[in-house]
């Protein structure tokens, strides 16, 4: 099988050298390709060729500068033909995005301070060049989208493809397992949360004393993402905060720290460390409330009772899930624990892409069995008591037509969306401007329609 690869989607890192391509300071000896009205420089691929190096790729030079000119290549070509049919993305619609990978290029190089020696750039330079590789980015993909937005598969479609794969090369698909939860919150003992917020009372005190925020958080905040490095969570928009959080973060002015602020995740005070526009940078110390032993215990008890319940018969799963279970996402599907991946709202599970305290009881169930009841944590990390029922289970095995056909499906689509690119490059190829510098002209792929 073919397999034809168009990384228009790079790191980070990546992104971000090859967007300065259109930087008016670059000489004309610096081009190393012309495709209609765009342009790959040399230094682009260079600045690519060291990221792929820095990222542990080994392979020999020649062809890596090879390889990386064709994405290249191949990404211009897209864009031409979106400047032919009048495509543009707004700088707006990238925001969200863009936020979210400065965010994890400073945690990556360690400070905004780092991140910008990295890339001998200012931080405002930094932002311009990621915004303009991901509008490209976008470009692209609708670009990509009216070349395939007829593309449909078959039944038979998926069977000729899979018949083409040698059997050898069939990919394992791991264990997977099915499951139904019941969960219980808590009980909101006012208590708990009076002795969380004491406890952030005093550490506030002291930092108003003149305590470093960021040691107390070191020592003290329950947040594991950010304690580490002194509660600093990074540049953020209001949206990607809890309302409660970034109502009182936009309000503070520099290094203040907010009073007790209460959220889904517990009780947080918070520092601003910077304001640039709709970005507020902040670190924080969270303390969750505790839940006593007789609370747990009690939790546990009803628990136990619910699974009695259900396996003698007096009620089924999906009746206790719904009139007791307090999650929310899987209460109202009779328990059914689903992905919370939006793109991909799958029921079926490897082990490992369950938690350890779920992994644990899972692992031993047979079909139809309840575990006994655990505490655990949630996806937002709050202590709360489950049971578990297994409801199906596959065994590790290669890929086939009956067990694996959404696999299969969605591998066949990606395969026919290759086709259709590369037919469609083929043709364009004909109709396009293309100047090649001659020392790629030794390149391979050249061959393929490339040079003129």
């Not at 391509?21 to 040399?42: C, D, T």
């Not at 190096?53 to 070509?77: H, N």
């Not at 543009?88 to 619609?93: C, L, N, P, R």
């Not at 470009?139 to 007829?150: D, F, L, P, R």
Request: one cysteine or more; aromatic letters at 8%; a neutral charge.
């Amino acid at each position: 099988m073919k397999n034809i690869k168009y990384k228009i989607s790079l790191c980070l890192f990546t992104i971000l050298v090859v967007s300065t391509a259109a930087n008016a300071q670059k000489l004309i000896e610096s081009v190393a390709g012309i495709v209609g009205n765009e342009v790959v420089y040399l230094s682009d691929i260079e600045n690519n060729v060291a990221e792929y190096r820095r990222t542990g790729d080994r392979s020999p030079i020649d062809d890596l500068r090879c390889q990386v000119f064709r994405e290249l290549l191949i990404s211009k070509l897209f864009l031409d033909q979106a400047r032919i049919d009048s495509i543009e993305i707004g700088d707006d619609a990238v925001e969200g995005e863009l936020n979210m990978k400065i965010n994890d290029a400073i945690r990556q190089a360690g400070s905004e301070k780092a991140l910008e020696a990295y890339f001998k750039k200012s931080m405002v330079e930094v932002r311009r060049d990621i915004r303009k590789a991901l509008v490209e980015q976008q470009i692209v993909a609708e670009v990509q989208n009216t070349i395939t937005t007829n593309l449909s598969i078959t039944p038979n479609d998926v069977k000729r493809y899979f018949a083409t794969i040698p059997k050898d090369s069939l990919p394992v698909i791991p264990s997977r397992v099915q499951i139904s939860i019941i969960q219980l919150d808590p009980p909101q003992n006012e208590e708990n949360k009076a002795e969380a917020r004491q406890k952030l009372l005093n550490i506030r005190s002291e930092i108003l004393a003149g305590k470093s925020f960021n040691v107390e958080a070191i020592l003290y905040s329950e947040d594991p993402g950010s304690a580490a490095k002194g509660g600093e969570i990074g540049y953020m928009l209001r949206g990607e905060l809890e309302k409660e959080y970034a109502d009182a973060a936009f309000s503070l002015s520099k290094n203040t720290v907010s009073k007790i602020v209460e959220t889904k995740f517990g009780f947080h005070i918070i520092q601003l460390i910077d304001r640039k526009g709709d970005l507020v940078n902040t670190r924080h110390i969270l303390i969750r409330p505790k839940v006593k032993p007789e609370e747990s215990q009690k939790a546990m008890e009803k628990l136990d009772s619910i699974a009695n319940l259900i396996r003698n018969g007096s009620m089924k799963f999906e009746e206790a899930a719904l009139r007791f279970s307090t999650h929310l996402d899987s209460k109202i599907n009779g328990g059914k624990f689903v992905s919370t991946n939006p793109g991909d709202r799958t029921n079926w599970f490897s082990l490992d892409e369950l938690s350890k305290d779920m992994y644990v009881r899972v692992r031993d169930l047979k079909i139809g069995e309840i575990c006994e009841p655990f505490t655990t944590t949630d996806e937002i990390g709050n202590t709360v008591f489950r049971i578990v029922k297994l409801d199906n289970e596959t065994p590790a095995h290669r890929a086939n037509i009956k067990d694996d056909y959404q696999y299969l499906y969605n591998a066949t689509m990606m395969y026919e969306r290759q086709v259709a690119y590369q037919k469609w490059i083929d043709e364009k190829l004909k109709s396009t401007y293309i100047k090649i510098s001659e020392e790629f002209r030794s390149c391979k792929f050249l061959d393929q329609g490339w040079l003129q």
